[in-house]
């Protein structure tokens, strides 16, 4: 019906650290090169990192395969400790940000916004929002598509397939 | 009803659940058609028909050997499926597990008794 209305995706985690030190890991760059990849044997290394209002950095991952992949990060607003606004993109080493021509209607402009709360001393939630930043209808269709996939869940079968990806 | 027909790229080929399957089943070894009807357990027409997408994309390849076509993933093509893949449950969720372990991991040396 309103098809014009965008529902994030959402991830909701909580973290047995304090708030503030939880912000930080996300904001300083002795903590992200620590953890900031998406699965363990990869390594991040930030080249830049200007972490405030309309600030950039550029990282790279290298998966444990040695393939290398480069994100280019704008940020929106950094309010520590409680919220974090970015846009983030696949780039070359240079922070330019590259088309994804295998995904031509994947959206280009992808909002991500963090919340991070208190529940208790040393207890963080983190509210992760993920969503198309105003998207043409077929990226947004696009978009929906990816997650109701993602909704009926990947298979084993699929986690094999980027596994074996990975170690090639 | 609402979803686009980009049949042609690589990204709605493979989401498709069956696909996928198949897909999966190919990573392991290269296979004929009547290999994958009888590994898959669907019909032959089934097989091709989603095969033949795949095949389209240049996610799958052909090889000819006498009389037999084989079929087996073309690694390279599958590559910017990786950075799907990564998307936001993949990767954010991979990342905010890195997380977690890494704040474990420096809170450890301190001393923490709030009981």
Redesign the interface.
């Known amino acids: 019906m309103n ?1 014009k209305t965008i529902e994030p ?1 959402v ?1 909701i ?1 909580e ?3 304090p708030r503030q ?2 912000f930080d ?1 996300w904001t300083q760059v002795k ?1 992200l090169n ?7 044997g990869c390594q991040c290394e930030f080249v830049s990192a200007d972490i405030r209002d309309n600030g950039t950095s550029l990282h790279k991952i290298t ?1 444990p395969n040695g ?1 290398e ?1 480069w994100l280019f990060t704008k940020y929106e607003e950094v309010a520590p400790p409680e919220k974090l606004v970015f846009l983030q993109y ?1 780039s070359n080493e240079d922070g330019d940000i590259l088309p ?7 959206p280009k402009d992808m909002l ?1 916004t963090l919340h991070f709360e208190e529940l208790a ?2 207890k963080t939630k ?1 509210t ?1 929002y ?1 969503e198309p930043r105003n998207p043409t209808a ?1 990226e947004l ?2 978009f ?3 997650r109701e ?2 909704q ?1 869940g ?2 084993s ?2 986690e ?3 596994t ?3 170690t ?1 | 009803m609402a979803r686009t027909s980009t049949t042609n790229d690589v990204f709605s080929a493979i989401g498709e659940p069956k696909r996928r399957a198949l897909l999966e089943q190919l990573v392991l070894q290269q296979m004929t058609v009547s290999d994958l009807v009888e590994a898959m357990e669907w019909s032959q027409p089934m097989v091709s028909k989603h095969l033949k997408v795949l095949k389209d994309v240049n996610l799958v390849s052909e090889t000819k050997v006498g009389r037999f076509h084989y079929y087996r993933v073309q690694p390279d093509e599958l590559r910017p499926i990786q950075e799907w893949v990564h998307q936001f449950e993949k990767y954010w969720g991979g990342a905010l597990e890195q997380l977690d372990s890494y704040l474990t991991d420096i809170q450890k040396t301190r001393d923490d008794d709030e009981r």
């Open positions: 098809a995706s991830i985690r973290f047995d650290a030190l939880v890991a903590h620590n953890w900031m990849f998406p699965m363990q998966m393939h992949m696949m994804m021509a295998h995904m031509p209607n994947w991500a001393k040393g983190i992760f993920w077929e269709a696009v929906e598509a990816s996939d993602h009926g990947w298979g079968g699929m094999q397939l980027a074996y990806l990975a090639r």
